[in-house]
């Protein structure tokens, strides 16, 4: 068709009331960011994450930047960031702060980049009364005189003492740190593990008690490595505070919340660069604190999308994570539950080998527990990819996946992003690794749960521009998507111009906006809801109500959104102008945290959404 038909066709009414509308966003050149992480905050605005935005000078001279956008007004504002965000997790917490937990300690050194070899060195400390310091620079070095450094401040703590009948047993403590040779090129490897090395300038006495056993030391590639820090964001001061470190450095974590406001932090990178081998925190917001919990030791890939779910202490690992982690371990979608560590499988997934850079999110109200699994692509930089889309209904005596719609095309990196009225928008991604050979698809269907397994794939209008690797998509309280940040390899078809991050955003009005009429409208409504209880909600269009959804506040990361979902309530009118809601009863249903309340009437319409805390 051509441009003018086109853009005629893309413009009417018509058109928009049955596929909706995407409008391209380009902010001042001030206000742009590199966006890698989205989040919708209880203000109604959206804190888009870049840190240093996968540029490594950006990086080296600490430019790191968050950009704080306010959907309502176009308003916004680039606040930095104290650390370096860079793929981290986060969800928000119950009081309504966004959680952010990990990122950027070094940035990758790729096969043949690397000039000095490198690698793990466990820091022994045998004595008991005190700790040590490792400060940047600390020397290790080897029986056979090869010499080695730390690039990041660490802490040894002290040995662990315990009384026996015959005196005490003391324990080394061990910290695992990166180090780095001396001398550059091969004269820098070691690769035999275990041998001792001295710490340089120690006393003889401090030198008996702390020293490292060297791991592999080499020149092979080095993968970014993590952080241990983590930060806050208050919405209503605006400004990111320092909260307690976790007690392991991730990269590519998922922070999956509890029904109870509590957060597990799972997987990523550790300061080495290695895939945390199922280690996994809780944090507790009330006291700004992670804990390791030793019973919880399930192995996952990075970004691995684990959700919680309506069965107690019982999560859902959807199979699709995002990054890094061999095909081997933790690729099987299952249920974790919490209180055994067990993970079973569950069976019938299709492409079960094509779940990296693949979406998961549940289909309608989080009561109905129908979560479904769409397109992906094989480990790494594999050519394979998948259009496909399952459904799994967790209420299921048996949960097996069954097969759903296929997309036209097989995708990555699709956004998935759960609408009021139940439809799913699938947005975005690209058919290769990261956009390679300009694969991006430039399309977006609405996933209807009607209609058995999978439920119903319509089209939607397609975006303009394109979003692979590093994009996102969250719902604004207006009812619309905001979609950011792409990350592609390259800029051309042939694969030899470097890639450009794209910053413009793109919002999409779907094709309930564009019904006519009027929109339902929230006149008041109470803005904390308990668990249980029967509120009232002010409408002048109580009548015509249908469907009224809480839908969590949400954060969208590496097509990981695991702390996304809609819960259904009952409503009843109790006059023209009021609604009386019955709020369910359970707390997997109803988890703590923030919502928005949405009143959807009989044309599938919703109102703009009202801020709820649940506390
Ligand atoms: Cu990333």
Same mark, same amino acid.
């Not at 928000?92 to 940035?107: E, F, M, Q, S």
């Not at 010499?147 to 403590?173: D, E, F, L």
């Given at each position: 068709?051509q441009?003018?038909?086109?853009?005629?066709?893309?413009?009417?009414?018509?058109?928009? !009331?049955?596929?909706?509308?995407?409008?391209?966003?380009?902010?001042?050149?001030?206000?742009?960011?590199?966006?890698?992480?989205?989040?919708?905050?209880?203000?109604?605005?959206?804190?888009?994450?870049a840190? %240093?935005?996968?540029?490594?000078?950006?990086?080296?001279?600490?430019?790191?930047?968050?950009l704080?956008?306010?959907?309502?007004?176009?308003?916004?504002?680039?606040?930095?960031?104290?650390?370096?965000?860079?793929?981290?997790?986060?969800t928000?917490?119950? #009081?309504?702060?966004?959680?952010?937990?990990?990122?950027?300690?070094?940035?990758e050194?790729?096969?043949?980049?690397?000039t000095?070899?490198?690698?793990?060195?466990?820091?022994?400390?045998?004595?008991? #009364?005190?700790?040590?310091?490792?400060?940047?620079?600390?020397?290790?070095?080897?029986?056979?005189?090869k010499?080695?450094?730390?690039?990041?401040?660490?802490?040894?703590?002290?040995?662990?003492?315990?009384?026996?009948?015959?005196?005490?047993?003391?324990?080394?403590?061990? /910290?695992?740190?990166?180090?780095e *040779?001396?001398?550059?090129g091969?004269?820098?490897?070691t690769?035999?593990?275990?041998l001792?090395?001295?710490?340089?300038?120690?006393? $003889?006495?401090?030198?008996?008690?702390?020293?490292?056993l060297?791991?592999?030391?080499?020149?092979?590639?080095?993968?970014?490595?993590?952080?241990?820090?983590?930060?806050?964001?208050?919405?209503?001061?605006?400004?990111?505070s !320092?909260?307690?470190?976790?007690?392991?450095?991730?990269?590519?974590?998922?922070?999956?919340?509890?029904?109870?406001g509590?957060?597990?932090?799972?997987?990523?990178l550790?300061?080495?660069?290695?895939? @945390?081998?199922?280690e996994?925190?809780?944090?507790?917001?009330r006291?700004?604190?992670?804990?390791?919990?030793?019973?919880?030791?399930?192995?996952?890939?990075?970004?691995?999308?684990?959700? *919680?779910?309506?069965?107690?202490?019982?999560?859902?690992?959807?199979?699709?994570?995002?990054?890094?982690?061999p095909?081997?371990?933790?690729?099987?979608?299952?249920?974790?539950?919490?209180?055994?560590?067990?993970?079973? $499988?569950?069976?019938g997934?299709?492409?079960?080998? @094509?779940?990296?850079?693949?979406?998961? *999110?549940?289909?309608?109200?989080?009561?109905?527990?129908?979560?479904?699994?769409? &397109?992906?692509?094989?480990?790494?930089?594999?050519?394979?990819?998948?259009?496909?889309?399952?459904?799994?209904d967790?209420? %299921?005596?048996?949960?097996?996946?069954?097969?759903g719609?296929?997309?036209?095309?097989?995708?990555?990196? $699709?956004?998935?992003?759960?609408?009021?009225?139940? %439809?799913?928008?699938?947005?975005?991604?690209s058919?290769?690794?990261?956009?390679?050979?300009?694969?991006?698809?430039l399309?977006?269907h609405?996933?209807?749960?009607?209609?058995g397994?999978?439920?119903?794939?319509?089209?939607?209008?397609?975006?303009?521009?394109?979003?692979?690797?590093?994009?996102?998509?969250?719902l604004?309280?207006?009812?619309?998507?905001?979609?950011? &940040? %792409?990350?592609?390899?390259?800029?051309? =078809?042939?694969?030899?111009?470097?890639?450009?991050?794209?910053?413009?955003l793109?919002?999409?009005?779907? $094709?309930?906006?564009?019904?006519?009429g009027?929109?339902?409208?929230?006149?008041s409504?109470?803005?904390?809801?308990?668990?249980?209880?029967?509120v009232?909600?002010?409408?002048?269009?109580?009548?015509?109500?249908?469907?009224? !959804?809480?839908?969590?506040?949400?954060?969208?990361?590496?097509?990981?959104?695991?702390?996304?979902?809609?819960?259904?309530?009952?409503?009843?009118?109790t006059?023209?102008?009021?609604? =009386?809601?019955?709020?369910?009863? /359970?707390?997997?249903?109803?988890?703590?945290?923030?919502?928005?309340?949405?009143?959807v009437?009989?044309? &599938?319409?919703?109102?703009v959404?009202?801020?709820?805390?649940?506390?």
């Open positions: 068709m441009d003018w038909r086109y853009q005629q066709l893309i413009n009417s009414i018509e058109y928009q !009331r049955q596929f909706g509308k995407w409008d391209v966003l380009e902010l001042p050149v001030d206000q742009r960011v590199n966006a890698i992480h989205s989040a919708l905050l209880p203000s109604g605005k959206i804190m888009l994450i840190g %240093s935005g996968n540029k490594e000078d950006m990086f080296a001279t600490r430019a790191l930047k968050s704080l956008y306010d959907p309502a007004t176009g308003a916004s504002k680039v606040i930095p960031v104290p650390d370096d965000m860079f793929c981290a997790g986060q928000l917490l119950p #009081d309504g702060r966004l959680l952010v937990a990990g990122g950027t300690a070094r940035y050194k790729l096969d043949g980049a690397v000095y070899a490198g690698g793990a060195m466990r820091v022994k400390n045998e004595n008991p #009364d005190v700790g040590r310091d490792i400060p940047v620079g600390t020397e290790f070095v080897s029986p056979e005189g010499a080695y450094r730390t690039i990041r401040p660490n802490v040894v703590p002290p040995a662990t003492k315990v009384a026996t009948r015959t005196g005490a047993t003391v324990t080394a403590a061990e /910290e695992r740190v990166f180090v *040779a001396v001398q550059p091969p004269q820098g490897i690769l035999q593990p275990g001792q090395f001295a710490i340089t300038g120690l006393d $003889p006495a401090a030198a008996k008690d702390v020293y490292g060297g791991e592999a030391l080499t020149l092979d590639k080095q993968n970014y490595q993590g952080t241990e820090a983590a930060y806050t964001f208050d919405p209503v001061a605006e400004t990111w !320092r909260v307690d470190d976790m007690d392991f450095a991730r990269w590519y974590p998922t922070l999956t919340p509890l029904p109870n509590d957060v597990l932090t799972l997987s990523g550790d300061n080495i660069g290695n895939v @945390l081998n199922g996994t925190e809780h944090f507790d917001p006291t700004n604190r992670f804990v390791e919990d030793k019973q919880l030791t399930q192995y996952f890939p990075t970004y691995p999308a684990v959700f *919680a779910t309506e069965q107690p202490n019982r999560l859902f690992y959807s199979g699709t994570n995002s990054g890094y982690g095909a081997e371990a933790g690729r099987l979608p299952g249920f974790w539950d919490l209180d055994t560590n067990v993970l079973t $499988p569950v069976p997934l299709r492409d079960p080998n @094509l779940l990296e850079t693949a979406g998961s *999110a549940w289909l309608g109200p989080v009561q109905d527990q129908r979560m479904v699994v769409v &397109g992906g692509g094989g480990i790494g930089e594999s050519p394979l990819t998948t259009a496909r889309i399952d459904e799994i967790l209420d %299921s005596p048996e949960p097996a996946f069954r097969p719609p296929m997309l036209p095309d097989p995708v990555r990196y $699709p956004n998935l992003t759960t609408l009021p009225d139940d %439809s799913m928008l699938i947005s975005h991604g058919r290769d690794y990261r956009g390679k050979g300009d694969s991006d698809v399309d977006a609405l996933l209807r749960p009607e209609g397994p999978g439920g119903t794939l319509v089209e939607a209008a397609d975006p303009v521009v394109g979003r692979n690797y590093h994009g996102q998509a969250v604004l309280p207006d009812g619309r998507v905001l979609t950011a &940040g %792409s990350d592609p390899l390259f800029d051309d =078809e042939r694969n030899t111009i470097p890639g450009t991050f794209e910053q413009r793109e919002i999409y009005t779907p $094709p309930y906006l564009f019904q006519g009027k929109r339902p409208e929230i006149t409504a109470p803005d904390v809801m308990r668990r249980g209880t029967t009232s909600v002010q409408t002048p269009d109580a009548e015509r109500i249908q469907k009224v !959804r809480l839908m969590r506040l949400m954060s969208s990361t590496h097509v990981t959104a695991v702390d996304q979902f809609s819960v259904a309530v009952e409503a009843r009118a006059g023209a102008d009021s609604l =009386e809601l019955t709020l369910p009863r /359970e707390i997997e249903t109803m988890q703590v945290g923030n919502y928005m309340l949405v009143l009437d009989d044309r &599938g319409v919703p109102s959404g009202s801020m709820v805390r649940v506390p």
